[in-house]
């Protein structure tokens, strides 16, 4: 599940991606403030649409993706009962980028140039990560994107396959986690050994 808030370029409304529509047909419905968003043919939910959201979480502030807390998931959810929808939002409330390492990094069987990973993330959490680049191996120290997580030019990582191979994130690059200075060359950001697995990563604060 993404949250996300600009209220600068976007307005006020608070934008929940809670799938991914994969290109479907998709339609909506709202009652008062709050618009869900669902794919035609099956009904299911894929986003919701909170408007007006300083009414309701005056505290919220952030310029694309924001982690409400607990008690902010559950006003969230009191808007979505009293206007009438049945459904609820459930949030782990853990951080979606963040310091990993490649425990296993192995050649994928149908590629040239992929390479399977298995890369911890948090608390002994291993996700297998499907990864293009050309410095990618065992032991680095890495920034891993989970599912869930969007990354700062909007675009939304979800669970996926390449080349069929199951693949649980993205390991980023300097570039495509906005790093001041980043170098265009391409390759994966390969961080200390020093830093820590599982906690989140500030691209912001971040030195090369």
Same mark, same amino acid.
């Given at each position: 599940?993404?949250?996300?808030?600009?209220?600068?370029?976007?307005? %006020?409304? =608070?934008? #929940? !991606?809670?799938?991914?529509?994969?290109?479907?047909? +998709?339609?909506?419905?709202?009652? @008062?403030?709050?618009?869900?968003?669902?794919?035609?043919?099956?009904?299911?939910?894929?986003?919701?649409?909170?408007?007006?959201?300083?009414?309701?979480?005056?505290?919220?502030?952030?310029?694309?993706?924001?982690?409400?807390?607990?008690?902010?998931?559950?006003?969230?959810?009191?808007?979505?009962?009293?206007?009438?929808?049945?459904?609820?939002?459930?949030?782990?409330?853990?951080?979606?980028?963040?310091?990993?390492?490649?425990?296993?990094?192995?050649?994928?069987?149908?590629? %040239?140039? =992929?390479? #399977? !990973?298995?890369?911890?993330?948090?608390?002994?959490? +291993?996700?297998?990560?499907?990864? @293009?680049?050309?410095?990618?191996?065992?032991?680095?120290?890495?920034?891993?994107?989970?599912?869930?997580?969007?990354?700062?030019?909007?675009?939304?990582?979800?669970?996926?396959?390449?080349?069929?191979?199951?693949?649980?994130?993205?390991?980023?690059?300097?570039?495509?986690?906005?790093?001041?200075?980043?170098?265009?060359?391409?390759?994966?950001?390969?961080?200390?050994?020093?830093?820590?697995?599982?906690?989140?990563?500030?691209?912001?604060?971040?030195?090369?």
């Amino acid at each position: 599940m993404i949250f996300s808030y600009n209220k600068e370029h976007v307005g %006020d409304t =608070l934008l #929940v !991606t809670v799938a991914n529509a994969a290109g479907n047909p +998709v339609a909506s419905e709202s009652k @008062g403030n709050i618009t869900r968003v669902f794919v035609e043919e099956t009904k299911e939910t894929v986003g919701w649409n909170f408007f007006n959201l300083s009414s309701l979480l005056p505290n919220l502030t952030g310029n694309g993706q924001v982690y409400p807390s607990t008690e902010e998931i559950a006003a969230l959810n009191s808007a979505l009962k009293e206007a009438g929808f049945s459904e609820t939002l459930e949030d782990d409330g853990r951080p979606k980028i963040v310091v990993g390492y490649v425990k296993e990094c192995e050649a994928h069987p149908d590629s %040239d140039h =992929l390479s #399977v !990973t298995q890369t911890e993330v948090d608390n002994g959490e +291993v996700l297998q990560i499907v990864c @293009g680049a050309s410095n990618i191996k065992q032991g680095l120290t890495v920034v891993v994107a989970k599912p869930g997580a969007m990354m700062p030019d909007g675009m939304m990582i979800w669970p996926g396959a390449l080349r069929g191979v199951e693949s649980l994130g993205m390991i980023c690059s300097a570039k495509e986690l906005h790093v001041p200075n980043a170098p265009e060359a391409k390759g994966i950001l390969e961080l200390p050994e020093t830093m820590t697995v599982g906690e989140v990563f500030d691209a912001a604060s971040y030195k090369l």
